[in-house]
């Protein structure tokens, strides 16, 4: 039980990047602040460097820029390149966490559950190329409409499906 809580807080803890207005509380390392919604991993080389150090070790507060020389001169080209890429947010007074799975960004439960099931249950078999809401705007009735829909969702509770699940069907 704990292994899968661990695992749904990893998937959630990704599923969120920081807004960042001055980076006063946000760790440089195994945060998701970078522009994309990456992180810099704890096991680069030179970690050491920077294991204690917040993000705004590497902003010019003032005029709310990146300090590119200092940037440059502890990470690696590839990081170091996308630094100066991730912006500043104005509008915020304090850096704060936004969840990628909401348009409003922010967190909530619902949310954080459509983020599990999307990375730990394989349901590309429940997709189809064509939108389920051709179903449900036929002029039918309502039972047609699901009835339809549940023959092409498979979800039928026919007798093989029934036994699938251990139903005993008199036959």
Same mark, same amino acid.
């Given at each position: 039980?704990w292994?899968?809580?661990?695992?749904?807080?990893?998937?959630?803890? /990704?599923?969120?990047?920081?807004?960042?207005?001055? /980076?006063?509380?946000?760790?440089?390392?195994?945060?998701?602040?970078?522009?994309? /919604?990456?992180?810099?991993?704890?096991?680069?080389?030179?970690?050491?460097?920077?294991?204690?150090?917040?993000?705004?070790?590497?902003?010019?507060?003032?005029?709310?820029?990146?300090?590119?020389?200092?940037?440059?001169?502890?990470?690696?080209?590839?990081?170091?390149?996308?630094?100066?890429?991730?912006?500043?947010?104005?509008?915020?007074?304090?850096?704060?966490?936004?969840?990628?799975?909401?348009?409003? /960004?922010?967190?909530?439960?619902?949310?954080?559950?459509?983020?599990?099931?999307?990375?730990?249950?394989?349901?590309?078999?429940?997709?189809?190329?064509?939108?389920?809401?051709?179903?449900?705007?036929?002029?039918?009735p309502?039972?047609?409409?699901?009835?339809?829909?549940?023959?092409?969702?498979?979800?039928?509770?026919?007798?093989?499906?029934?036994?699938?699940k251990?139903?005993?069907?008199?036959?």
């Open positions: 039980m292994r899968s809580i661990l695992q749904a807080c990893c998937i959630v803890r /990704g599923g969120t990047h920081y807004s960042i207005s001055y /980076g006063s509380f946000i760790s440089i390392l195994n945060n998701h602040w970078l522009s994309n /919604g990456e992180c810099i991993d704890g096991n680069i080389l030179g970690a050491y460097l920077v294991q204690n150090v917040t993000i705004n070790n590497l902003v010019n507060l003032y005029i709310k820029n990146w300090k590119e020389e200092v940037v440059r001169h502890v990470f690696s080209s590839n990081i170091a390149s996308k630094i100066p890429n991730t912006p500043f947010n104005n509008k915020i007074p304090n850096d704060h966490l936004i969840s990628k799975a909401e348009n409003n /960004g922010r967190y909530s439960v619902r949310s954080a559950y459509r983020l599990c099931v999307d990375e730990l249950i394989d349901s590309s078999h429940l997709r189809c190329s064509w939108s389920w809401s051709r179903i449900w705007h036929l002029k039918v309502p039972k047609v409409k699901n009835l339809v829909w549940r023959v092409c969702r498979g979800c039928l509770p026919t007798r093989v499906h029934l036994l699938d251990g139903v005993q069907c008199r036959t």
